[in-house]
């Protein structure tokens, strides 16, 4: 439950990532992804690189 209240700033990003692929937003929602790509050899960071893509499919 903690994790849900105080996301990190990586899924924070992927958060705000998916509120702007849903708003239609696709210039910020690409460099958000930019944003996780950079991000993916942090821990965990692949995982929400690839929750991104799922996304986008």
Known sequence: MERLLHPTPQEEVLILFAKACRQG???????????????????HGEQLLE???????
Request: include cysteine; charged fraction near 30%.
């Open 25 to 43: 937003d696709l210039e910020l929602a690409d460099h958000l992804l930019r944003i996780l790509e950079a991000l993916a050899c942090r821990p």
């Open 51 to 57: 929750r991104a893509y799922r996304l986008l499919a």
